[in-house]
């Protein structure tokens, strides 16, 4: 029987408040409007960037279904809906791509001027209900519900054989690290990287990296468990700064005939951002800004670290078109160009979600992934 054109009832887990755990809710999702599509979710990765929503340093309207990581099938579309139909496998797009924006027309960036972190679908309104209140929506995607409605421009259709528990990854965190090393960095055959930072996003970095062929890849921690999943996915070596008595930059310095070509800061502290910087290469350096800061904080830096000729840059999701290089991303997957079986070290169903955010707390996890 359809449920095209009807609410559907079904679980979420909401975020009622910062600090408190996600709680399991039956909620009702709207259908779509002209230029909506409804989505059966199938699978969702864990990512960090949900965890900053739950510690208050990511600021969204509150209560939320959050979730950004995510695939599943389409249920249903709104009026007008072109590039997507009932039954197409899909990945929400938390960077949408609306095509006709001043950066959508940039031949180089991203970050399309419709993306919304304002806890509502474009026009200004929410599809979800739970006890009679309105449920904001999360970086245009919240997957963290059986069902959710995205906008047409945040959600790509990708190749209808792919296994949407390993391809749900590419919708943020597989995406975000290997994009800032072959696409935002650029790194080039035979240099040197140092990546800070082995999360999920981390490692994909070094994914990036080795896939770019450089010669070096530094990888550098504090958890020195997360190592051996680094060299397995292309680390040449692995050094924690709590080993050595001066600042980690310096060490990586002196590995490097005065610093690494490309570097990365993947943990999202401004103190790992200012040792990322300093420790490419005064001369030649491009260090990469690929975590989210803390809010509302500054980082004080000496101009003349930039004057000598180092770069320092940042993208969000890898500096990628969303729409268009999702399903591409996907069918390199297929093609065995990149792994993302090594990523996932979890899976769990959905209702074990707080289950699920306490293993990545304890860095005990590199993805987890829930499935419906």
């Not at 990581?69 to 590039?83: D, K, N, P, W």
């Not at 700064?241 to 800061?265: A, C, H, R, W």
């Not at 830096?301 to 000598?308: C, E, H, Q």
């Amino acid at each position: 029987m359809s449920t095209a054109g009807k609410v559907i009832k079904c679980k979420a887990a909401v975020l009622w408040e910062t600090h408190k755990p996600f709680s399991i809710e039956d909620i009702e999702v709207a259908p779509p409007k002209a230029h909506e599509v409804r989505i059966k979710m199938v699978a969702t990765g864990i990512c960090r960037s949900d965890d900053h929503v739950v510690s208050g340093n990511l600021v969204t309207p509150l209560p939320s279904v959050l979730g950004h990581e995510g695939a599943g099938i389409v249920e249903s579309v709104g009026e007008g809906v072109t590039s997507v139909k009932p039954g197409d496998k899909v990945i929400p797009l938390f960077s949408p791509q609306c095509g006709k924006c001043r950066i959508c027309k940039h031949p180089e960036k991203n970050l399309c001027t419709k993306s919304k972190v304002t806890g509502t679908l474009l026009d200004g309104t929410c599809r979800f209900t739970c006890k009679g209140k309105s449920i904001h929506h999360f970086s245009n995607t919240s997957t963290f519900s059986q069902y959710t409605v995205v906008d047409e421009i945040a959600v790509a259709k990708i190749d209808g054989a792919s296994p949407l528990e390993k391809v749900c990854l590419i919708g943020c965190g597989f995406t975000t690290g290997y994009g800032s090393a072959v696409n935002v960095a650029k790194v080039t055959p035979g240099s040197s990287c140092a990546v800070f930072g082995l999360g999920g996003v981390g490692l994909s970095v070094v994914i990036g990296c080795k896939t770019a062929g450089a010669a070096r890849i530094i990888a550098v921690d504090i958890n020195k468990d997360k190592f051996a999943k680094a060299k397995e996915l292309g680390a040449t070596e692995c050094i924690n700064p709590l080993d050595y008595n001066k600042p980690i930059e310096e060490v990586l310095q002196e590995m490097t005939d005065g610093g690494v070509d490309f570097s990365f800061e993947v943990i999202g502290r401004l103190d790992t951002m200012n040792s990322a910087l300093l420790s490419c290469h005064a001369a030649c350096g491009v260090s990469v800004i690929v975590g989210v800061p803390p809010n509302a904080q500054s980082l004080s830096v000496n101009p003349m670290l930039l004057l000598l000729g180092r770069t320092w840059k940042g993208a969000i999701f890898g500096g990628y078109k969303s729409k268009d290089e999702v399903p591409k991303l996907v069918t390199d997957f297929m093609a065995k160009k990149f792994p993302l079986e090594p990523l996932i070290t979890h899976v769990l169903p959905f209702e074990k979600i707080n289950e699920a955010f306490d293993l990545l707390r304890a860095g005990k996890s590199i993805r987890t992934i829930l499935t419906f």
